[in-house]
């Protein structure tokens, strides 16, 4: 009897496995809102049609969701408390912060309770001696920065939406950006955190400790989650030390081959001081120039007297203070010098012109944008060698297949292998043809990538827009053991349904 | 009867989750042993029981196993075959690497299989660009730094054991060392990891790719989980650019807060050319001289004329090619100065004085082992201020409850708030006493770090040795989480019993 209870037992739970999980998820009523109000208050639920439009989409204009209800707690306790309700309910709900995502990973599938963590705004304190901020997940990046600058130290991050995204967000996709090179992923600088699980109890791993060997580091697990695991609430995070003066360098380059070379030299001649290792294409720098405002002026030439082919975009950080002939002109002087004779580049003086070069760089998304252009983007990482291999790749069977009206630009962040692939084709170009250019794309350059076993998301996650390119970049035994992992922190899959793993 | 049967079901799986799940788990039998030897050779097994005994102990003394049977694999393949046998037959396993944990991580709790990963020693490969060795799990520490020092770049960690400790154990464990502060943890630096699960499957997550965002980071699971989750069998790790040159001096200290204020300072002035900030006590150094070799002729007084209480080893990395005017010296009297006038110090010139001058930190080991006393070590994580505190807390609890003869000896990673409290009792103290002495120690400083959320184990992890100490650092909550997590990866409980979470 009791072998046969266990085999009937079996064969449900394989059912209960191989269901989705959305199917018997509830839908929000009435009531659910008024509870939500009487846990949070008003201002705690937004209800209206209007002011949810924020919620239900996002800044590409590429997601949108159908969700009736937002509800904004100020506290751990109030995203427990809400958790815990949503639990017993079967509501799903998709958590999110700063809505600057570029794979929809914090909108709505259908009609999720959104949970915003903005009101969680608070930052706790500081830890001078290990140069440790203590914050609620809604503080932004930019508040971050101030606060720790104000100390003198920076964040371990930096990213061109840090005016609005936000800390929580930020470990929660496990966000990358240009100071990644100098100091490394968040997966290095989180000491704490604080997350609340899908059945409203809270996973308490706040601590600001430098070294701490005590089991399984469970706060991992939700860096780069993306809300699929628990709710970020709360974090501690490692603050470097201020460098004393940030020189930027744009180094007009013939061929990617010299650009690697550079890198090369780069890091074995700066080390940790090389704070970035950009890279941009001809056709990119063109592009800024004709619809940025500050960067028109550029003309750089090659050492071959050619229009440069590529451009570097080099950071370096003066750490120690200068104690006499400490010049970091001196020393890019003697790296460009070790290069073979390179005289043709820009070299920061101030503020103005350090801007201004980063504005090349910077200012490519923006200009993709005023170019009118329908713009597909994509963010891959491989072997750095083969970044432009990759942009070939892809151009040439773009034009093998007919499509000789699309633009295609590199650039990315070459110090880390990390390209970001965009294409432009003209507004004209219908949906049915769009939806092909897409295809097109997207089936050569993740081809490519699997086939160098690079990855298909290199810092903007999976959300709902790659949930379904995984296996390009991960093995199935790996998909399998995502997917237990997923099973036992949310075993009733109401966290963010349909992202990472679907 | 569904409802009935499901009902039998979860009372029958919380009864498989309520008991231990060593009761069950298999006695090796001459027949595993024959199917281990058809499996990997004659070479590939060992059972004679003196071959034996370096397998079932370790240099500590302190632990010992009872194991009749240690395999040793030459592939992950290999490994993979083993875990499917034991899976089935429910046999308990040790995975082993270089033997020299200090918690008893890698030996037997009982009579369990040992794995050893010894002759899984090959390097495969060096990635120029981005400074990634990848190699197998039984590669030793110092044949991987010799391997990419070749390179021009450093091994991201340095520990005193790194002849005989692997790079799998490296990251089974988490291992921190003195390089930490400067490279960070074995989290941000490691980029790809290849595991064998529990019932034998491989989890292939071996690639060199800096940004990777696709899904759970898997690997990190296996960081730091000590062969409870899987047996780490190759991997592929950051290794940062070789720096020009290593400076280190010796700076006597008034007090412990001015040892802080110099931190502080250090980490200011140097930035990320600081590359270690140790610090010990008078009782240390007085040690260090009488029982080593090399440091018997160190004296310095601090700025006060007085005899020092404590003593920072500072080293500062050089990292950019000298061109003219860069002189290390020149910038660390620079600092020195700006701490206000400590002109008694030790620089190293070359690299004799390097050694002698770090002998004086990494000694103190050999030498509380040459005094003759019964030593006990610890190693903990508190915030950096309170590293003086914690020890005269316990050293007053100890005066308190009696124990006079118990010396104390205070040393440790004081920029990553690592104290090593280590105490010595006389060689003749009785079993019984020691015993005392061992149950005090451990109760005052756990609670002591306790009451300020440090870690009882910074950087040596859990073993058998601190399993139980486990709610000393972690909450229930975090506790239950992680025994979720083990029940996923190793339902059958077969992957190192005893260890971490019991």
């Given amino acids: ?75 751990t306790e109030e995203v427990a408390e809400i958790m815990r309700y949503c639990f017993q309910r079967d509501i799903p709900v998709v958590p999110q912060g700063g809505n600057t995502g570029l794979v929809g990973g914090s909108i709505p599938m259908k009609d999720e309770l959104i949970i915003s963590l903005s009101r969680m705004n608070k930052i706790r304190g500081f830890d001078e001696v290990l140069g440790a901020i203590t914050c609620e997940a809604g503080v932004t990046l930019q508040t971050a920065e101030e606060y720790v600058q104000q100390r003198n130290h920076v964040m371990p991050l930096d990213l061109g939406s840090k005016g609005s ?34 059945d409203g109890r809270v996973l308490d791993s706040m601590r600001t400790l430098r070294k701490d060997n005590v089991g399984y580091d469970l706060k991992q697990l939700f860096v780069g989650s993306e809300g699929t695991l628990g709710i970020i609430t709360e974090c501690a995070v490692l603050t ?22 550079t890198l090369k030299s780069a890091k ?8 970035a290792f950009e890279y941009l294409d001809e056709a990119s720098f063109e592009l800024v120039k004709t ?35 400490d010049d970091p ?34 200012n490519i998304t923006s200009s993709l944008r005023s170019s009118g252009m329908r713009v597909f983007k994509y963010d891959v990482s491989l072997p750095a060698r083969t970044l432009h291999e990759a942009t070939m790749y892809v151009k040439g069977k773009l034009l093998e297949e007919g499509y000789r009206d699309v633009r295609v630009f590199e650039y990315g962040h070459l110090g880390d292998g990390n390209l970001h692939f965009n294409a432009g084709s003209p507004r004209s170009t219908s949906p049915g043809e769009i939806a092909k250019v897409q295809d097109a794309i ?48 949310d075993p009733k899959g109401i966290l963010n349904p349909g992202k990472v793993l679907i």
Same sequence: chains 1, 2.
Avoid at 268 to 275: E, I, Q, T
Avoid at 456 to 481: C, D, F, M, N
């Fill in 1 to 75: 009897m009791m072998r046969l209870a266990i085999r009937s037992c079996c064969s449900a739970r394989r059912l209960l496995v191989s269901r989705s999980p959305r199917r018997s998820l509830a839908t929000l009523t009435d009531r659910d809102a008024a509870f939500f109000e009487s846990l949070l208050g008003k201002s705690g639920v937004v209800t209206d049609a209007q002011d949810l439009e924020r919620f239900n989409s996002d800044w590409t204009g590429e997601f949108r969701g159908h969700s009736k209800l937002a509800v904004r707690p100020a506290s």
């Fill in 165 to 198: 995204c936000q800390i929580g967000g930020n470990l929660a996709t496990n966000a990358g950006g240009i100071r990644l090179i100098k100091y490394g992923s968040l997966r290095g600088n989180i000491l704490g955190l604080k997350a609340v699980l899908s």
């Fill in 291 to 325: 619809y940025s405002k500050g960067q028109k002026d550029f003309k750089l030439q090659t050492k071959t007297g050619r229009v440069p082919s590529f451009y570097v975009v080099m950071e370096i950080a003066t750490e120690a203070p200068v104690d006499g002939g």
């Fill in 442 to 489: 997207e089936n050569h350059l993740y081809s490519f990538v699997k086939s160098k076993e690079g990855s298909v998301s290199a810092e903007h996650g999976l959300g709902q827009l790659k949930a379904k390119k995984i296996l390009y970049s991960r093995t199935p035994i790996e998909v399998e053991w995502m997917k237990n992992v997923k099973r036992t922190f």
């Fill in 268 to 275: 074995r001649f700066f080390n940790s001081a090389l704070s």
């Fill in 240 to 261: 470097p030390p201020k460098p004393e003066e940030l020189r930027v360098v744009l180094i007009p380059m013939d061929s990617f081959d010299d650009a690697i070379h």
């Fill in 329 to 362: 002109d001196a020393r890019l002087i003697t790296f460009l010098d070790s290069l073979g004779g390179i005289s043709d580049v820009a070299i920061s003086k101030n503020a103005e012109s350090y801007k201004s070069i980063w504005g090349l760089r910077e």
